[in-house]
């Protein structure tokens, strides 16, 4: 991918002449379309409430100077099969048709929306399709939102590779919604009828959680569905003799996957790229939270199971990598 700047600080004046103010009151505003603080669909990313949380002293630049062609293209570069999913897609927070199929008699549209704003600590969330039927019209549309939050305009590395803050903030976005789009992307091939959003990313993403669910990948996909059984075990949540336990352990297993091949593949597109250890530490956590809240009585068991299961997803991660890294020699 090309690079339009050198390494180079950012300077003092080019912070301070940023219009800058309170997060909390641009939100007030800007959000107001989505109450996606309390979503009425669920975003697959979406860990708990406290991964929302903001910071009082936080400021935030006014995003409007990046250049929405120019993001596209980044994506382009990278990906025709995410370029085409936002390609007519506007970054304004409203919904666009980006496909529609027709099959056994109904029509299938899927929609997206894209919105830019800072919202707190996530950099992104993808979320899962609401699904609007018309039995009058035949019609069943899926509808996807994607919030991308550029907060780490700051971040060092990023600065020292690229000093001009549009040039920075047009990449930081299009990292982020590349790997949100990756999200919308085997979310469309897993729901419209078969055949109709296979798309090369969703295919290969089949394949890989094929090999994490195979028996070569044993003992690492047993610790790790085992850990995730322990804290559903834990939460007080679930009664004792429910079945979303077992229904909620494969679905956190396939959404472990998801973000590794997720992350992985924005890394391979964009650079700065995550280590395994810190995937794990953080989506091992993410993954707890997501199972249920932490039993006060059983904090120090439920802290120790979060630490096995980011040691053991570790080890998952590093055997998937090893197997791609296999395939790609051959």
Request: aromatic fraction near 10%.
């Amino acid at each position: 991918m090309k690079q339009g700047t050198g390494a180079k600080k950012a300077s003092q004046k080019e912070k301070v002449d940023l219009h800058v103010h309170s997060i909390r009151g641009k939100l007030s505003s800007a959000a107001s379309p989505f109450p996606y603080l309390v979503p009425a669909f669920a975003p697959v990313s979406f860990p708990a409430s406290e991964y929302l949380f903001f910071s009082p002293g936080l400021l935030q630049l006014d995003l409007n100077i990046y250049r929405e062609p120019m993001i596209k293209m980044l994506i382009k570069e990278q990906s025709e099969d995410l370029y085409r999913l936002i390609k007519k897609v506007h970054f304004d927070g409203k919904y666009y048709r980006v496909k529609s199929v027709h099959s056994g008699g109904w029509e299938h549209c899927w929609e997206l929306a894209v919105r830019i704003q800072f919202f707190g600590k996530l950099q992104g969330l993808a979320f899962e399709p609401k699904r609007v039927v018309s039995g009058k019209d035949k019609k069943i549309i899926y509808r996807s939102l994607i919030l991308v939050n550029p907060h780490e305009l700051w971040d060092e590395e990023l600065v020292e590779r690229l000093w001009n803050l549009q040039e920075r903030i047009e990449f930081l976005i299009a990292k982020i919604l590349f790997h949100e789009c990756i999200h919308v992307l085997i979310f469309l091939g897993k729901t419209l009828p078969s055949g109709f959003g296979q798309t090369d990313i969703f295919l290969e993403f089949r394949e890989i959680l094929d090999f994490a669910n195979s028996k070569k990948l044993c003992p690492e996909s047993c610790g790790v569905k085992s850990h995730l059984q322990n804290l559903a075990d834990l939460s007080p949540d679930f009664p004792e003799s429910s079945g979303e336990k077992l229904d909620k352990v494969p679905e956190l297993y396939e959404f472990l996957i998801h973000e590794k091949y997720s992350i992985k593949k924005t890394d391979q597109a964009f650079g700065l790229s995550w280590s395994n250890r810190k995937v794990s530490r953080n989506y091992a956590k993410m993954a707890a939270l997501k199972m249920g809240s932490c039993p006060g009585s059983s904090k120090k068991d439920w802290e120790k199971e979060v630490i096995r299961l980011h040691r053991d997803l570790k080890e998952l991660y590093d055997r998937i990598d090893d197997k791609q890294g296999s395939a790609e020699g051959c």
